[in-house]
């Protein structure tokens, strides 16, 4: 993607990955592809916090079929680095046993959360647990142990991305792009 890093975000964003264009777009294709996977079912999309929350806004906008929402959070970062360990809050109020649950990502990168999250959820015994992210990256770090996901919405190289949803200490979640953050 060219897209041209708006002005008032160049001291923060080098390079625009995903415009808004594209992003929508692929979002739409994805809401076809689980209506069509879910159809005269109940899915429940899990969505994983902070981070997934425009992504899943914006997906189940775009799907046609029946389905519940439900968020839960997971840290796993502090700044730009992965810290190794996972905090995961809001397990304990979430029932899924026999449903058909679609837990929705924002990224996917070294997998950690990822795993962690699936074990957990494979305790509440859903009848299926497919996996939706918005951004897979492509990494040397990530663990060989890692689910497969089911749903890709984009691949990047192994950088640090802010925008939509994407964040930096918590800062530059709103940009409707995704674009790489400049580290200094």
């Known amino acids: 993607m060219s897209s041209k890093v708006p002005e008032e975000w160049k001291n923060e964003v080098s390079d625009v990955l995903f415009d808004s264009e594209t992003i929508q777009n692929r979002i739409r294709e994805l809401g076809k592809q689980l209506s069509l996977d879910y159809r005269n079912r109940k899915p429940v999309l899990l ?20 389905l519940e929402i439900r968020f839960m959070r997971a840290v796993s970062y502090d700044g730009t680095e992965s810290t ?26 070294t997998g950690l959360t990822l795993k962690w999250i699936c074990e957990k959820l494979q305790k509440l015994q859903p009848s299926s647990l497919k996996i939706c ?4 990256k492509k990494t040397s770090r990530r663990r060989a142990d890692v ?24 800062r530059l979640r709103q940009l409707d792009f995704v674009g790489i953050y400049k580290t200094s």
């Open 47 to 66: 969505g994983v916090l902070t981070g997934s929350f425009v992504f899943l806004a914006d997906l189940i906008r775009s799907m046609n079929c029946d």
């Open 84 to 109: 190794g360990s996972v905090t995961i809050e809001g397990l304990e109020f979430l029932n899924i046993q026999s449903r058909d649950v679609v837990l929705v990502e924002d990224i996917v990168d």
């Open 133 to 136: 992210t918005f951004l897979s």
């Open 147 to 170: 689910p497969k996901v089911d749903y890709v919405g984009f691949e990047c190289e192994d950088q640090f991305v802010v925008g939509y949803g994407f964040d930096c200490d918590q």
